[in-house]
């Protein structure tokens, strides 16, 4: 285990989808060895189609982290979240890629932000 700050405790990783009615990625690079644990997802607004949002490592799909955004109309503050169960195990500066599919669109302005991801990074 590195001595990177922070390491040896659980952190939580944040990023923005901006856009999640247009398919899209963005990698967050890991802050210490560990392993992947929980994601969650808030949206900022009505979710009107189903859309999926997972998480990769160098390519391959951490299992139990994928979580399918569904049309309930519930609005801004709907809360999704989910645990990985397999393929999370990460080094210090490994590539965290955070995917969606572009399948939900939304009814959120242009210049807001759709939805925060936030992925936990457990010490190992």
Known sequence: VTMEMGAGETQWLTVPIMNIATSGSV??????????????????????DVGEVHVNL???????????????????????????????????????QVQWDGGASSQMHATEVDCIVAIEVLPV
């Open 27 to 48: 990698f967050i690079p890991a802050p210490f060895d560990g392993a992947l644990g929980r994601m969650k997802i808030a949206t900022n607004g009505e979710t009107l």
């Open 58 to 96: 160098a390519g391959v799909l951490v299992t139990g982290l994928s979580i399918s955004l569904d049309q309930s109309g519930q609005g801004a503050g709907e809360v999704y979240s989910t645990v990985a169960t397999g393929a999370n195990t990460v080094s210090e500066g490994d590539a965290i």
